[in-house]
């Protein structure tokens, strides 16, 4: 543990007369509620782990160092039968075990339903030449079989022990692919929801969820279909979507505003940002601008987010191939990157988004960018800096603060990438100045002081507001008790206790 504190960063700072700085202020406008971060179960050309649950013993629950809490898995185009192998619902089944005990989410997408319900009478998209280039869809006369297979994968997955928490439509509607796939239009995605979705069975399979169909690039026309809908917005509970070629604060950010609108999460479920770095390990910048990719999807209004692979070189799991690197050639060790993903996924989950300025409306690859959240007392600021300057922060807060952590990351480190120190706070204070290393990634934790800050008188001027409650799944209350979320009609939320 680094033992230097914030006074002395301060002390450092004042007597640094050419020290560049940037002021940031918090404010007490609450935003969305994130529910978590996380991969999926797969590694090398789309296999599942199978028997090996090392990547989620490492990644996942509170013990790990990095602190998933939602697992993704594919659901194979299969029914139980001959040729039944790794590649089918089995092969996730392990580490879909194994992150339930950890307290994760875990959900399935379909790549393609069964070949038999599809034009092209294969699961494969079609995209080829041994494949005809034939569009492969569901077929109309099939759409009323779909969520009855659905149930039939979450049927077997309970019965071998796993309660799947959500069920999505489609993995890339949008994308005619030469693997599995199926394609539909936003128009054949709402007749499928609007009219089938309700054979979905969410009472026999505990309260499971709907994700939407999740298009490559997040496309609006997706989700307003379905959103615009009385009837099929009933029945999607998560809006869901890529950003390959989109960056979050394009097409996500259009896409939330309209689904927090209704009351729906909106996660970001597949995305690798430096997978086609070829033989090597991604740079330390690379590392940064994942930083600021989680960051900006925060920003975009998402309650979640799950990278692609959880066991690459360019992943959280290295594979054992020396040829990515030293790093990369004992298997089953964590990368660099996962160190970066646990500044997110152990400290802005279950935490609610804080508007502030600066704000980043668009763009990628700024060169500082910033988050900040509330989480029961804690109040967290997301800081990454991708140049060579180190900047002091002049930070404005909503409320006192008494004390604080801050936790860094510049990639010197190759054992422990994030490093801790106190911050320490001579009196309750409302301003003060924080140190921002160059190159560097860095959560800030303030502990709110309560005796000097009204601070649930303040969230109770909007109790008028309230539109529903919601269980810490997300899944709707009718009849609200214990632990729970509380949502506002303008789409801010928090943590409430409810006597029976």
């Not at 090398?44 to 898995?73: C, Q, W």
């Not at 099929?232 to 950003?243: K, L, N």
């Not at 109040?379 to 952590?405: H, R």
Request: proline share 4%.
């Amino acid at each position: 543990m680094r033992q230097l504190s914030a006074a002395v960063l301060l002390a450092a700072a004042a007597s640094s007369v050419d020290a560049a700085s940037i002021r940031v202020t918090i404010k007490d406008t609450r935003c969305q509620t994130i529910t978590g971060f996380g991969a999926a179960c797969c590694d090398g050309a789309m296999k599942p782990f199978g028997t090996d649950t090392n990547p989620v013993k490492l990644l996942y629950g509170e013990e790990s160092k990095v602190g998933l809490n939602i697992m993704r898995m594919e659901i194979s185009p299969s029914f139980e039968g001959e040729g039944w192998g790794d590649y089918n619902w089995n092969g996730s089944l392990p580490s879909a075990k194994l992150a339930k005990e950890r307290g994760a989410l875990v959900f399935g997408t379909p790549w393609s339903p069964p070949g038999e319900y599809k034009t092209n009478g294969t699961a494969q998209g079609g995209n080829a030449e041994d494949q005809g280039y034939q569009e492969g869809r569901l077929r109309k006369d099939c759409y009323d079989k779909f969520f009855p297979w659905l149930n039939l994968f979450l049927g077997w997955m309970q019965e071998h022990g796993v309660d799947v928490d959500a069920v999505s439509v489609q993995n890339e509607p949008d994308w005619w692919v030469n693997y599995s796939g199926c394609l539909y239009t936003p128009e054949e995605q709402l007749e499928l929801v609007k009219n089938y979705a309700y054979m979905l069975d969410r009472e026999k399979y505990k309260g499971v969820r709907l994700i939407s169909g999740e298009p490559l690039g997040f496309r609006p026309d997706y989700s307003d279909a379905l959103l615009d809908d009385p009837v099929a917005r009933e029945q999607v509970d998560i809006i869901a979507g890529h950003i390959y070629g989109h960056a979050p604060l394009g097409n996500m950010k259009t896409v939330a505003k309209k689904a927090l609108k209704y009351g729906k999460e909106v996660w970001m479920t597949e995305h690798s940002s430096t997978d086609n770095i070829g033989e090597r390990l991604p740079t330390w910048h690379e590392q940064l601008l994942f930083a600021e990719e989680l960051n900006e999807c925060m920003l975009a209004g998402g309650t979640g987010y799950i990278y692609w692979y959880m066991r690459a070189h360019w992943a959280f799991v290295s594979t054992g191939e020396s040829k990515y690197g030293a790093e990369n050639s004992r298997k089953n060790k964590l990368l660099p990157r996962a160190y970066v993903l646990s500044h997110f996924a152990k400290h802005v989950t279950g935490s609610t988004r804080l508007e502030m300025s600066p704000t980043m409306d668009s763009g990628t690859e700024a060169d500082r960018e910033f988050s900040a959240y509330i989480k029961g007392d804690s109040l967290i600021l997301m800081a990454i800096d991708t140049t060579e300057t180190a900047y002091d922060i002049k930070l404005k807060l909503p409320y006192k603060v008494k004390s604080g952590m801050h936790l860094l990351s510049t990639g010197n480190e190759k054992e422990n990438l994030c490093q801790e120190s106190p911050i320490d706070i001579e009196e309750p204070t409302a301003s003060l100045v924080i140190n921002m290393p160059a190159r560097s990634l860095n959560t800030y934790i303030f502990m709110i002081d309560n005796g000097s800050t009204a601070i649930e008188e303040i969230r109770q001027t909007d109790c008028d507001k309230v539109e529903a409650y919601y269980d810490l799944q997300g899944r709707r209350m009718d009849t609200p008790h214990g632990l729970c979320i509380e949502k506002y009609a303008d789409g801010s939320s928090r943590k409430v206790f409810i006597k029976d």
